[in-house]
């Protein structure tokens, strides 16, 4: 359909593929990187709610992807690194899940959190499923919110005062595009449509967004 498109005198924008061809440009996203950032997050929130932890005690889940496409299997992979960066993670879960929604979301954390009652920390592959995570943490009996922290790889704007407040556990994302995608994707498709010069290739920015994690910290 694109070479068609392209046949026809039609320039063809791809949001957002691995590789340029068959499009005229695209807008990428690393998703490796992606899901680095998510991992440093955790860290960061590990370090600051449990400074006093030993290495390989805080107990920690990811609800990712790792079978997915090419995109959510990258994100996965850099959720991974959260074991080479963190030395206080004790990675008791890693499931490999389909389907993006908060209920998928909450049955995950549901099975994770039933078989490791005292996992503290999630990076969940969506938005949709980091909702859903937080839903099955405030289910918890006589649960605080402060001792736990839900990541995700990618934001749902919605959600940002949620995630900013401290007051929830979903407590970081990744705006992908920043907080400005839609100017970004207009400036591209306007340069397109006049003929000017453009990119082919647009890296899109990835602004980690979390709460002050060092409110947190135990007094």
Do not use: W
């Amino acid at each position: 359909a694109i070479e068609e498109a392209k046949a026809a005198g039609i320039m063809v924008m791809g949001v957002p593929p691995q590789k340029l061809a068959p499009f005229d440009a695209i807008m990428h996203t690393s998703q490796y990187e992606d899901g680095q950032k998510v991992a440093k997050m955790a860290c960061d929130f590990i370090e600051a709610k449990y400074p006093d932890a030993a290495d390989g005690s805080v107990e920690t889940a990811i609800v990712g992807a790792a079978s997915s496409n090419v995109g959510m299997n990258l994100r996965d992979k850099g959720y991974s690194t959260i074991t080479d960066i963190c030395p206080k993670v004790k990675l008791v879960a890693h499931l490999d899940i389909s389907g993006d929604s908060i209920p998928v979301g909450q049955a995950a954390a549901e099975n994770v959190l039933t078989a490791n009652p005292n996992v503290k920390v999630f990076l969940g592959q969506s938005t949709a499923h980091a909702q859903g995570i937080a839903n099955a943490i405030k289910a918890l009996p006589g649960v605080n919110v402060d001792e736990y922290a839900v990541f995700a790889g990618d934001m749902d704007p919605s959600q940002i005062p949620v995630v900013t407040s401290c007051k929830d556990p979903y407590k970081g994302c990744v705006a992908i595009g920043g907080t400005s995608l839609d100017v970004a994707t207009y400036e591209q498709v306007k340069k397109m449509l006049q003929g000017v010069e453009y990119p082919n290739i647009i890296n899109d920015q990835l602004d980690p967004i979390a709460c002050d994690f060092t409110t947190l910290a135990p007094k």
